[in-house]
């Protein structure tokens, strides 16, 4: 029979999992009604609550973006397609914000309670490079991996991860390793990445479709 004290692990993990599954769907919702909720109708007295609408969809789409796994860009695109090319701007700028805001969300989560829920869920492989790398540097730890990665396409994908990066958040399917916000929350998380640059190649990936928007007026 496990003792108490070996099925604590697992119980704290369970509550964490529980939690960050109850913020999803809460998310998730928050979303399907905003979209509900955005209507297109322009009249001198729907003006002001239309655009306090617009202002939560905005917060409530950052949000959304900003977590893993949770469908938000369905919300900007609805707005664009709704406002047209005024609106293209305000969304751009919006979907930039929430990536960043993963990314530095990943620089705060501590590698250590990573390598910890690894180690409970019996991930020994993940674990012990997490371990490996953790004292190291960037330029150490990107040194590292590229000579333990198996195959040619890891390590170049490594060595030109800003590219990599742009491409990720624009393959369509990407929801299933995290979205934008899981993609550039696990950016964060491995310290790989200068801000500014990673900055500015999230202003570039994200910027077809609003100048599209913008460009074509529809």
Known sequence: MASPGSIRPYLRLAWKLAALVVLLVAASYAGKWIMGE???????????????????????????????????????????????????????????????IAFLFGRLIPQRAIIEIFETLRLRRAGRLLRAIEPLDPDQRLQHLVQNAPGRIVPFLLRNRLVALVLALNIPGNSLVGGGGGICLAAGFSRLFVFPKFALAVAIAVLPIPLMVLVSGS
């Open 38 to 100: 955005l209507t297109p109708q322009l009249t001198p007295s729907t003006e002001p609550a239309l655009h306090r609408l617009i202002m939560t969809a905005i917060a409530i789409y950052v949000l959304l973006i900003a977590l893993p796994f949770v469908p938000g860009v369905e919300i900007g695109l609805a707005m664009m397609v709704m406002f047209g090319p005024k609106i293209a701007p305000l969304v751009y700028g919006a979907t930039v914000l929430a990536l960043v």
